[in-house]
């Protein structure tokens, strides 16, 4: 009997710090950016890396010594963020910029009207070329392919900067580039999917399986 | 001429504000708005459908706004109240920068505050309930508010107190504000929403963009209207100064190019005269407009857009300058004066003294 509650009572403390099971989306869109608030705001110095497990975690940030009481929803929305976010050295690109002046590389046209669609190469020699959209990205990449460190685009849902070999690329769909037809850039193929499926997309693509063969194909 | 160039530049003044206004308004409002419906009237919504819309691939976030207006019968105002919790992100400026609100108080706007004090609440308010009891907020300090109608009116303070007032249930709100990422994306996701829930109202920012847009064109109508009759006085006083010039004018150039003048000189003295005249009456006109708009708050002109309370109640006008307006004033009005004063004065300056004087 005895022995009864308590496997009951370590059942059940395991399921209040163990991992929750919530959606990606939901955690991208809601836990993730309320937890960063929560960081920055109550506990910028909680070293994330000391802590083995995730019930371990969530445990300290529950007690409140290190970033205060907290209600349940922020508790849980800081231990995943310092869990999923914080601890994973995930690489940050920097946000694709372009000033009034800056022209695509490779079709000369102004880039400040389509902030959305600014892709990026990088190469070793400190070299950095801005283009209007993935096609004049691709363009310049097959010609020019010595020495270079990123690629980078932009996931069309979220805008986010990603590096484009880790992209899935959607072509012939319904939404059009300044340029025209383009390839669509997504972080996930998940989400590459869902695109093409609403926008009737032909294909969903990764990198490696871009030629230039296709590219040229979309110009015309 | 400067009575003209005051008054179109005024009536270009107070459009501007209207204009860069709204703009402001606008730049509050969320993406997309989701209302729930009950007979066609706006009613609370679940809180539980976040997560729902969140599953949508292109969402940015969402958040359940509670939100609503009170009024205050002692001084007949409409407070607009806004609930906010800690930690979640809004497409309100202003209230995305409140930090903190301290437990059981709200933060309020210049507005609200003398509305407030004139009825001796300076330390707490008591908002009566719908069962009529009453719930005692008491006042932080610190202004707030950016555009005009949140300077009038806005309260702020935390969803749970706002909730107990208005008598929503735990996850009751009052609507839920989406944001999208990619702005191509908005009317699309805006569709797949309604098709999801299709007994929610979904409202997009373009639509109310539309809609404050329709009003405001209502307004500058009448603008049209006093620019035009403005410009039609305008070019009958052109039209009397280039016809040409009376005997008197004429004589004077007589006399001038009998002493020795030769037409050049004539035209260079005109040029500079026409020159004075519009460039002084230019600048007297809108400093004019200046201290008539921004100094006395546009009497008469500014009550056509009282009662409007779409847009605001009462509204003092924010400076700004629109450069645009004032070149397009000053190529209007001095090069046409000039030309108005010369040619008349050239074709009398080529005919011989004598035959002008006879």
Redesign the interface.
């Known amino acids: 009997m005895l022995l009864n509650k308590l496997s009951l009572l370590i059942l059940l403390s395991l399921t209040l710090f163990a991992y929750p099971e919530i959606?990606q989306?939901?955690k991208d869109?809601?836990i993730y950016?309320?937890g960063e608030?929560?960081y920055k705001?109550r506990c910028s110095s909680f070293d994330v890396n000391s802590y083995k497990s995730y019930d371990e975690l969530s445990k300290i940030v529950k007690d409140g010594n290190k970033c205060g009481s907290l209600s349940t929803k922020?508790s849980q929305?800081l231990s995943l963020y310092l869990w999923d976010v914080k601890r994973e050295d995930v690489k940050v690109y920097e946000k694709l910029s372009v000033t009034k002046k800056d022209k695509c590389q490779v079709c000369g046209m102004h880039m400040h009207h389509y902030p959305?669609w600014v892709t990026r190469i990088k190469y070793a020699k400190d070299e950095t070329y801005n283009f209007d959209g993935m096609k004049c990205m691709f363009k310049f990449y097959f010609n020019n392919k010595e020495g270079i460190t990123d690629i980078l685009v932009q996931d069309?849902?979220?805008?986010k900067t990603i590096n484009a070999k880790d992209a899935y690329f959607v072509v012939g769909s319904d939404?059009y580039g300044p340029m025209g037809h383009e390839l669509i850039p997504f972080k996930d193929k998940k989400?590459a999917k869902?695109?093409s499926l609403?926008?009737k997309g032909k294909q969903v693509l990764s990198f490696d399986e871009i030629t230039e063969y296709l590219v040229r194909s979309l110009g015309r | 001429m400067s009575l003209l160039v005051a008054l179109l530049t005024s009536t270009f003044f107070i459009s501007n504000a209207m204009k860069s206004e709204y703009n402001l308004i606008l730049d509050t409002y969320p993406d997309i708005i989701i209302t729930n419906q009950k007979a066609m009237r706006d009613s609370t919504i679940d809180e539980n459908l976040?997560?729902t819309i969140?599953?949508i691939?292109?969402?940015?976030?969402?958040v359940a706004r509670v939100w609503g207006e009170y009024e205050f019968t002692q001084s007949e105002k409409k407070f607009m109240l806004i609930g906010k919790e800690?930690?979640?992100?809004y497409s309100n400026p202003t209230i995305n920068a409140i930090?903190t609100i301290a437990p059981d108080s709200m933060l309020i706007s210049v507005g609200v505050y003398e509305a407030l004090q004139k009825s001796y609440y300076s330390e707490y308010f008591n908002f009566i309930k719908s069962d009529g009891s009453l719930k005692k907020i008491s006042i932080q300090k610190g202004a707030i508010g950016s555009t005009i109608q949140e300077k009038e009116s806005l309260i702020v303070m935390s969803k749970e107190n706002l909730k107990e007032i208005f008598n929503y249930k735990n996850d009751e709100a009052t609507d839920l504000a989406v944001s999208v990422?990619?702005?191509?994306?908005v009317a699309?996701i805006a569709g797949?929403i309604n098709t999801l829930l299709p007994n929610m109202r979904v409202v997009v920012k373009d639509d109310l963009r539309v809609k404050y847009e329709n009003i405001y064109n209502l307004r500058s109508g009448f603008f049209l209207t006093i620019f035009i009759i403005t410009f039609f006085t305008f070019f009958i006083i052109i039209y009397d100064k280039a016809s040409g010039l009376n005997s008197e004018q004429k004589h004077e150039i007589g006399i001038l190019k009998a002493i020795g003048w030769r037409v050049g000189d004539v035209l260079n003295a005109k040029l500079y005269e026409g020159l004075i005249i519009s460039l002084f009456s230019y600048i007297v006109g809108i400093s004019m407009a200046f201290t008539y708009v921004y100094v006395l708050d546009a009497p008469l002109l500014k009550k056509i857009f009282l009662n409007n309370y779409d847009l605001m109640s009462d509204f003092s006008i924010n400076f700004s300058v629109d450069y645009e307006t004032l070149a397009l004033l000053f190529l209007l009005s001095v090069p046409i004066y000039i030309a108005a004063t010369i040619i008349p004065s050239w074709r009398v300056a080529t005919l011989e003294a004598d035959e002008v004087m006879r």
Do not use: Q
Not at chain 1, 156 to 159: A, G, N
Not at chain 2, 57 to 62: A, I, L, T
């Open positions: 959606s989306d939901i869109k809601k950016p309320m608030k929560i705001s922020h929305a959305n069309y849902y979220t805008l939404v989400s869902s695109f609403e926008h | 976040i997560d969140l599953n691939k292109g969402v940015r976030s969402v800690e930690f979640e992100s930090s990422a990619n702005e191509n994306e699309f797949k």
